[in-house]
Structure formats: C-alpha cells, structure tokens
C-alpha cells in the first residue's frame, strides 16, 4: 500500500509541475487567472504529511534531558533507526537536551513535547562539516542549519515544546573585531559575481562563516513545522529553500536578534504560512528568490504562497516580497491576519532594485486588520540598498488590498518605482486607513486604482495613472 501511495504522490508532483510550468510561460497572467478564485486550486495541493504509528524516544538512544549532556548523537541514532524502519515519530520528552544541529530523514518526524526544550550549542564547531544552503540569495557551503534536511520526503517539526537557538551568542560573534560578518558577505558576493563553482564555495572557519539558520528544509517535498515555540534563533527561522508543498503552522517565533526574519519561503511552491505569531527584529515573513546572478543562475521563483490567520507584532514588515528576489515570486495569497505595533514598519512591503531584479505579480491581501505601523500599510520600494545602479529593472504588477483597515501609520501607500517601468495595476478595494500622518506617495506607477477606501476623512473612487 505503501509503495501504491509513493507512486500516486509521484505522479500528482510530476503532473502538477508540468501545469506551473505551461503556466509560468504565460508570465502576463490575467487577473481573474491569478485572483482569490485561484485559491482553492493551490490548497488542493498543500496537503501535510502523515507518518507511521511509531515512536522513537530520544532518550533510548542515549539522550539526557539535564541541558548539559551533548545529545547530538543520541538524536542521529533516533533520525537513523526511524527512517530505517520506514518512517514515524521521533519523540522528545520532558527535560533541556542541549544538541548541535539535527539532521532529518524522509519519513521522519521530529516531535518536541509539551515540556521538552531542545537547546542548540553556540559552538560553531559543532555545525561542521558545512552544508548546502543560500545565504541571502547566494548559494555556498556554510555551517548547518540547526534543523536541517536536504533532499528529502514527507519530514516534520511538530509539538508543543520550545526550540532554543541561543542566538546571542550567535549575534556577539557577527558585531566582533574585524567585522567577520561582513568579511564573509562580501566574499560570498564575489564568489557569485565570479561565477566561482559552488563546490569551491565553502565557509567555516572560526573568522570565515555566516550565524546558521535555524529550521531549513532543502529542495524538500510534503514538510510540516508545526506547534512549537522558536526562540532567539542566531538567524533567520523558518527557512524552506527549493521545496514544495510546505506548511508552516501555529508556531510563535520571537527573535529580535540581528537578521531575525520569522518565516522566508525561499524559491518554493505551494507554502501555507497559518496561525502563527511573529515578534522579530526583522521581517515578519519574506518571500524570496535568491540574489543577483546567482538567483538568475538558479531562476526558481517563489509561487503560490499562502499566508493566513497570523498575527505580526513587531517587525520590519507583516509580509514583504525581496529583498532577494531575483528568480521572482507570483501568487501570494495573504489573508485574515492582526498586524500591529509601533515597531512594525510596514504591512505589505516589496523591496527590490536594478541590480537585483526580478518580478512580483499576482499580489493578494484581504480582511487584514493594522492596529498601527510605523511607516506605510503598503510599500513598494524599487530603491533599496543598491538603488538604481544596475541592468535589471525590477517589474510590480497587479497588486490588491481589498478590505483592509489601519487605525495609525505615518503613510497609506508609500510606492516609489521607476518612471521607465512603472508598479503596475495596483487596486484598493473597501480599505479604511486612520490617522494617517502624510499623504500617499506614487512614484513610477501606473493604474493606480481606489474603490471606496477612505483615508483620513477622504473617500476615494478614482484611478490615478500618472506615469507615461
């Protein structure tokens, strides 16, 4: 029965990368072809994944829960013997079992009790050898991931317990002597820029590596993170990267740490981000697509995300699109969420430029309600960080709102693109934005439309199209 269920989900994938592949050649997609009808058709396909009904208990493979007994191994041997056994629950149980990165298997779920705490060495000796990732939109071999899995089936991170990535450590060592952080950035950049061979990519020495991200599924299908409280990552969190059919629900993330994004689907297909609460020192979820020529080399673009349910407290954004979006994203689905505070900058936010490049299209956000936000409800910036500097300008088009509120912001609309290729088709519907301390600010667009949004004591019904 087993084998039956492997080759149906073979076919379903093969048939349903065959339609996003005719699709993607029609990149103009309409938008009755790409609007909330589409939907149903997407969550069709995000399906979690189910395991065997057995469990594997960390501890009967050596494992201490007293915070202080290294248990790296320990979880192998559970990871191995699980999947050996052709799949199920490895279980973690009351107790602080202090580890350095676990490695999933296919077939395997990683289940975090109530009670149980993983805590992650601050030893970046103990996420060697390095690995395949992306590094802001750059591939190279770093330091692992602190959950990571590569090319791998139907995994999960489940549970009601606490993940602890001691990032503090993590963000001393990136603000040391000798800027080792930047030093690192910048020689992985030159490795992109030179098309250097991503085998002779390699970073790991105590003054050459980047923090490690903390869960990173990679070129995975059917994963489920799921339940679990995520604190003080070194990095960015919830990191899929070249995967499909992902759910990422009900975890509560908190990291203010430096870079401390919550969730960043990063060239995947058919993510579903729900009932999770976000408190970061970054963006909230930012959906990505690697970085200048190396996320063209890759050209894998980020689709059919869907995000709902959430709440975003503090951070650079709610839901933003780039900065690393040079493979493009399409198809974002953002719906029924609570974003508020002060310290949130933005509820919607597209960030790109003529360096980095890319495509962002078929944009959806509905029933969305913004206590506060310390910039603009939407912005889309095709300014940022290297601005206008390079031969690949940036497209926005068909971006939506509809039933959207906002009790307090400095702007409504903040969008700053260039004359020569304008954000495209943007339409408001139903909005209702409040205390709104500065007018809107459109800068390269074109087919801006209102349908009764009221901003302030102002009610607008009208097109604006200024660019030519």
């Known amino acids: ?96 079992f202090l580890t350095g990165p676990i490695h999933l298997r296919s077939n395997v779920c990683l289940d975090v009790g109530k009670g149980a705490t993983i805590l992650f060495s601050d030893r970046f000796e103990d996420y060697l050898p390095a690995v395949l990732i992306r590094w802001e939109g750059r591939e ?168 709902r349910r959430c709440q975003m407290k503090d951070g650079h954004g709610g839901v933003v699109m780039g900065s690393e979006m040079s493979g493009g994203v399409r198809n974002v689905f953002v719906e029924d969420c609570i974003m508020d505070s002060p310290n949130l900058d933005r509820a919607l936010r597209i960030k790109s430029n003529s360096v980095r490049g890319g495509f962002v299209e078929n944009v959806y956000m509905r029933n969305v309600s913004i206590g506060e936000v310390g910039d603009a409800v939407c912005k889309i910036n095709f300014y940022y960080g290297e601005k206008d500097t390079g031969r690949f300008t940036p497209t926005v088009r068909n971006i939506n709102m509809e039933n959207v509120t906002s009790k307090k912001s400095k702007y409504p609309l903040l969008i700053q693109a260039y004359e020569r290729a304008p954000a495209t088709d943007i339409r408001l519907k139903n909005c209702v934005f409040q205390n709104v301390a500065k007018p809107n600010v459109l800068e390269g667009v074109k087919n801006v439309r209102f349908d009764n949004v009221k901003i302030n004591d102002e009610i607008l019904n009208k097109t604006i199209n200024p660019a030519h």
């Open 1 to 96: 029965m087993k084998s039956k269920s492997c080759k149906v989900f073979t076919s379903v994938v093969l048939v349903a990368c065959a339609f996003l592949s005719v699709s993607c050649q029609n990149h103009a997609m309409t938008p009755s072809q790409a609007g909330w009808e589409r939907l149903p058709e997407i969550m069709a396909r995000i399906k979690a994944p189910v395991f065997a009904d057995r469990d594997f208990d960390v501890t009967d493979f050596g494992a201490v829960g007293d915070g202080k007994t290294k248990c790296t191994e320990a979880f192998d041997k559970a990871i191995k013997a699980c999947h050996q056994a052709g799949g199920g629950r490895v279980v973690v149980g009351e107790g602080t």
């Open 140 to 307: 190279c071999y770093n330091l692992s991931p602190l959950i990571y899995a590569y090319g791998c089936q139907n995994i999960a991170v489940t549970g009601e317990g606490t993940l602890n990535g001691q990032g503090k450590t993590w963000w001393s060592w990136r603000r040391g002597s000798g800027d080792p952080y930047r030093k690192s950035n910048n020689q992985n950049a030159k490795w992109a820029q030179d098309n250097v061979p991503l085998a002779k990519r390699v970073q790991g020495r105590k003054d050459f590596h980047w923090c490690p991200t903390f869960i990173s599924p990679t070129k995975c299908q059917n994963v489920l993170i799921e339940g679990l409280t995520l604190i003080d990552g070194p990095f960015w969190n919830v990191h899929p990267l070249y995967c499909q059919n992902v759910t990422v629900r009900n975890l509560t993330i908190k990291n203010h740490g430096p870079n401390g994004d919550g969730c960043n689907p990063d060239s995947c297909r058919d993510v579903l981000i729900e009932g999770c609460y976000f408190d970061t020192g970054d963006d909230c979820i930012a959906i990505k697509s690697g970085r200048n020529n190396d996320g063209r080399r890759v050209n894998i673009p980020s689709e059919n995300i869907v995000v």
